[in-house]
Structure formats: C-alpha cells, structure tokens
C-alpha cells in the first residue's frame, strides 16, 4: 500500500485536479465571463466570503483550540483554497442562482494564483520551520498548469463541440471524484491516515469546520440583503473547496513526519465532508424553504435564467 500511496501523491493527485478543472471548463463559455460584470454585488461578496470570511474562521478556530502545526497547516491549505469544481453543478441541482456560482468559481480559481500563496504565507509562516521557503514558483507553476490550462482545454471543447461538451464534463467530473475515493483509500491504507490512532477531535473540528461553513454562509448572504438563490449559490461556494489544490501542496509541508500526515488527514477528510453537508440546503431550497436555517424564504430576486452549458445536467 506504500507503494499505491507513492503513486496516489505524485499522479492520481495531479489528475484528479486536471480531471476536474477540465470538466468545469467544458461546461463554460467565454460570455459567461460577462456575469462577472452583471453581478458586481453578489460576486464582491462571494470573493469577500472566500478570501476573508473562510480564512478567519480557520485561524480562529485554530487558536481556540490550539491546534499543533500539523493539524493548523492542514486548516489554513482548507480555507486558502477557491471553490470546489462541483459546486455550480450542485447550485444548478437546488434551483439556485447558477450564474453567481460560475462567477465566484471562475473569478476565485482565477485568483488563486496569488491568493493563495498570499493567504499560506500570511498564515502558515509561524507554523513552518524556520529554514522553510515557500516555494512560490513552483505552487503558480503548478496552478498554471493543473488549473488554468486544463479549464482552458475544456472551454475549447465547449466552444468546438458544443453537443458533446457537457456529457465529456460529466465523465471527467465523475473520474475526478473516482480519483479522490481512490485517494483517500490509499492514504487509509498506507497507514499513514487512521481514523483511530488520532482519536476524536481531528475528524470532529475538521467535519464541524466544514459544518459551521454550511451553516453560517447562508445567513451571512441573506444578512446582506440577498435573495434565496444567492444564498444557495454563495453557501456552496464557500462549503466546497477545492481541495484538489490543497492536496497539491501537501508536499511542500513537513515532507516525510507526522505533521504532512496531520496536513493530508485534514484535507481529505474535508473533502470527504462538505458535498454531504451542502445537500441540505440544496433540498431546502428546492422544497421551497430558505438555506438559511430560521429563515422565511425570500422573493426578493428571481434566480436568473440558467447558462446553456448547464441546461440539462441530467
């Protein structure tokens, strides 16, 4: 199983990521970018939500409980990382506003170039070696290639066979979430990763963390004024993120001790959390309900009319 983890970080983790950006890109085309500019609010708070919000609550959680660098290198790769791939379809799935999501998921996987090593080094530093650089170079090398290339792959694909592109993005997209369960299976295997030998608190602070995300987000986007629609779209944005590009990076971070299995535990048990977690208010916004638990639902905004690469993800 040694050898299967070996091949897990160094390939399956690479593909899993280039599977799953492909897929997202196969179902965009370059006038969608034009919702980025529709929807300025709504977009000004995703990215809010993403670069402030997510971030603050890690560290903060991570200084209540006084986690070891391990375990707050793990939270702070969660929160540094932009929305999960899947997310504008499960959006489209609970009848929220599609467009929002496919802005606040391609501005923020944008983004990540420099939001990312920012948020790692602003937060991480005090958690790493002393002798440790942080390879900034390479993380905008490898989010070049695993991110910006392949979801540029896919857009041409869209663009160039239109009729096929969105049954190609469901394959890649179902690999790509193939590939993880054959991650995480790795990763239990090598007995690098045991649910039992770090006992309850890691598995239970890191499925709260993700839980807190899935329920606070929502309000937080209804506080502000904004419809139902945006609160699903926005509270599944911020619940899935993109781990692909957390597990990316777990290399770079206390290679070959106890503390880089600390990192890889967090962010795959993670990973393994917020889909489940997002499905509630996914079904209470198609019940007719708010995300927003306690909430009235509001009519403040019809959701806008669904972009035609998502038209039938059935």
Known sequence: MQ???????????????????????????????????RRPKGLALGLFLQLVFVPLSAIALIEVFELGPGWAVGFILIAACPGGTISNLLTYLGKGSVPLSIAVTTTSTLGCMASVPILLHLAASS???????????????????????????????????PKYA???????????????I?????????????????????????????????????HVVRAFGFSDADALALGVEVTLRNVGIALLLV???????????????????????????????????????????????????????????????A
């Open 251 to 313: 290399q770079f971070f206390f290679p070959g001790t106890d503390e880089q299995g600390h990192v890889l535990f967090a962010c795959l048990f993670y990973s393994g959390c917020a889909t489940p977690l997002c499905l509630p208010m996914l079904f209470r916004h198609r019940l007719g309900k708010s995300p927003a638990l306690g909430r009235g639902p509001s009519l403040a905004a019809e959701p806008p009319p669904v972009p035609e690469a998502l038209e039938d993800p």
């Open 166 to 180: 969105e049954r190609i993005s469901k394959i890649a997209i179902r690999l790509s979430l193939a590939t993880i």
């Open 3 to 37: 050898a299967l983890q070996s091949f897990a970080e160094t390939v399956l983790i690479p593909l899993q990521l280039l599977l799953a950006m492909f897929g997202m890109g196969a179902t965009l085309a370059l006038g969608d970018f034009a919702l980025i500019f």
């Open 127 to 161: 958690y790493l070696p002393d002798d440790f650089v942080f390879p900034t170079a390479r993380i905008l090398r490898d989010i070049t290639f695993y991110l910006l290339v392949p979801l540029a792959v896919g857009m041409v694909v869209y663009r160039r066979v």
């Open 182 to 218: 054959v991650i995480v299976l790795a990763a239990l295997g090598s007995g690098r990763i045991e649910l039992t030998e770090y006992g309850w608190k890691p598995p239970a602070l890191v499925f709260g963390f993700a839980l807190y995300l899935a329920i606070v987000s929502p």
